[in-house]
């Protein structure tokens, strides 16, 4: 197989295996073959503590979460949609209709500075290591100047810069450096002058604009298979969840119609021609479905939005007094149409998360994991004003997995390089201390300048070769930002926040199908400098 581990072989070879009583998916764990290591970029990591058994209800989102959307075909369409926008409703020159759309350029974890029309990358301190002018890289002097002068820290939140954490904001992120460079280029074709802020703004508009009119998920809704990654594990990790007697539920903000035909094309049995009919058996494998949940306002227990359970061939909207249907006057027995559908399944919009422990008979709020791929929309304030267990899918983390593994020679050259340089600069700095006493004789200062020297040529050497080879070696992962987790020796903002906020992360939710649905998640050890030096010798 092309590289493909073991494991992922399993995956097809175990997937439709069949229990005793021929009912139920055997879960690929639970096969007695199941000897070998999960791949690394298959693995699920942990930053606190998880006991599943203490779980009694896993959740999950849908858009980028269950459902993987295909940045080539997805983000293009996008892309393109908001250009449109633009032109045609926010008085952009034509031009911009030629533009094109390179979804591999930007990852998350970026930071737009609105005001100056600049792209940056920070370490976990909120220090700026890389940073782009649009399309142009500033120098280290310039970043000094705009970011590192300032005598209070600037804390790069809203409403000067706007974060990119989640997959969605790609496109307007890419769209957004290629007007800074328009602008720059052609200021007098920017409508009415707009400064960077402006056009921000207006591509945040734009893209409202195509959710707004439903263009983009009427296009997914005619061919889900050209924008969204099919994904076989999907059901039995489902199926698994719900046989180890845990409760799953879907919390969208997408709403019925399109979260119907999102998950028909997930979960659906598939033809002959690989189609998969629209019908409602996907919902067995839950037992809540909220729809238009409009988080991340869903996750505050004072949040009063009304409750609707949705009827779910017509799509009407019943309305719900705590949970319940409510009659329409005249009416004495609230029910929902039947229409032979199985009623294991309960579907609604709207509502809090007061509702769903409410639905799910939920005692307290550590029982829950949550499963999602949006740091504050879906992680943040889960874990932060609920305190349920939270686990982060993270697409990027397959790719940059097998990359660390293939380059562990490098970083390993890299650290003794960092080593050699930090030796000889230790040196250098003795002698010239040493040098500035009065009491060195004539000889003996000669002497010892002439090793300054050949010691700062050594420096340089080191210098040069370690950050050639380190700029090479972040390059592999990406051309431009270089790894997702990382700025140089330091964690990223991106990589902070996911050890912040997720308990678990991901690159696949289905992952959690390689896993025990009893499994005690345990983190590595945690390491002071003073600890990792002694213990790496």
């Excluded at 802020?197 to 604009?209: G, I, P, Q, T």
């Excluded at 504050?376 to 097998?402: H, N």
Aim: charged fraction near 25%; include cysteine; hydrophobic fraction near 35%.
């Amino acid at each position: 197989m092309d590289g493909a581990s073991v494991v992922d072989d399993r995956t097809y070879k175990f997937q439709h295996l069949r229990c005793n009583d021929g009912d139920q998916d055997r879960c690929i764990w639970s096969s007695p073959d199941r000897t070998s290591k999960i791949n690394t970029g298959k693995q699920i990591f942990c930053n606190r503590s998880l006991n599943m058994k203490n779980i009694v209800a896993v959740g999950f989102d849908m858009d980028y979460t269950l459902a993987q959307y295909m940045p080539e075909t997805f983000e293009s369409l996008a892309y393109n949609g908001t250009i449109r926008k633009l032109v045609f409703d926010l008085a952009y020159p034509p031009e911009l209709l030629e533009w094109s759309f390179d979804w591999k350029y930007m990852v998350r974890g970026l930071v737009l500075d609105k005001k100056r029309g600049n792209i940056l990358k920070m370490d976990r301190h909120k220090y700026v290591k890389v940073a782009y002018h649009g399309f142009r890289e500033m120098s280290k002097e310039d970043k000094i100047a705009t970011y590192g002068n300032t005598l209070i820290r600037d804390s790069f939140d809203e409403p000067d810069y706007a974060l990119i954490d989640t997959l969605f904001s790609l496109a307007e992120a890419y769209l957004f450096a290629q007007l800074v460079d328009f602008k720059d280029n052609n200021p007098g074709k920017v409508p009415n002058g707009a400064d960077y802020s402006r056009m921000y703004k207006d591509v945040r508009a734009a893209v409202d604009l195509c959710h707004r009119d439903g263009t983009l998920k009427q296009m997914v809704a005619k061919d889900p298979k050209r924008y969204i990654n099919e994904d076989p594990l999907i059901v039995p990790m489902l199926k698994m969840l719900r046989d180890s007697g845990r409760a799953t539920f879907l919390v969208t903000n997408s709403l019925w119609d399109y979260t119907n035909i999102v998950m028909n094309f997930l979960c659906g049995h598939r033809t002959l021609d690989g189609s998969s009919p629209c019908n409602y058996d996907w919902l067995e494998n839950f037992d809540v479905v909220i729809t238009g949940s409009g988080k991340p306002s869903f996750f505050h227990e004072d949040n009063r939005a009304n409750l609707f359970e949705v009827e779910p061939v017509s799509g009407m909207l019943l309305n719900t007094d705590n949970c319940a249907p409510t009659p329409q006057i005249g009416i004495s027995s609230p029910r929902l149409p039947s229409n032979g559908l199985k009623r294991g399944c309960r579907v609604f919009q709207g509502g809090s998360v007061g509702h769903l422990h409410k639905l799910l008979s939920i005692e307290s709020s550590s029982q829950v994991l949550y499963v999602g791929d949006h740091i504050y929309g879906d992680i943040l304030r889960s874990k932060k004003v609920l305190g349920w267990r939270t686990m982060l899918v993270v697409p990027e983390l397959e790719g940059e997995a097998e990359l660390l593994s293939e380059s562990r020679d490098t970083r390993k050259k890299l650290q003794l390089l960092r080593k050699e340089r930090d030796l000889v600069e230790d040196k250098i700095h003795r002698l010239k201390w040493y040098l500035n006493f009065e009491d060195v004789n004539v000889d003996d200062k000669q002497k010892l300048s002439s090793q300054l020297e050949k010691l700062e040529a050594q420096r340089e050497l080191v210098r040069l070769q370690h950050q050639h080879d380190q700029r090479r070696c972040h390059q592999k992962f990406h051309k431009v930002w270089g790894q997702l987790m990382k700025t140089g020796y330091q964690n990223s903002r991106f990589a902070h926040q996911v050890e912040r906020f997720a308990c678990l992360y991901t690159s696949q939710v289905t992952n959690l199908s390689f896993y025990s649905p009893d499994k005690y998640y345990r983190p590595s050890e945690d390491f002071m400098p003073h600890e990792y030096d002694i213990l790496s010798e």
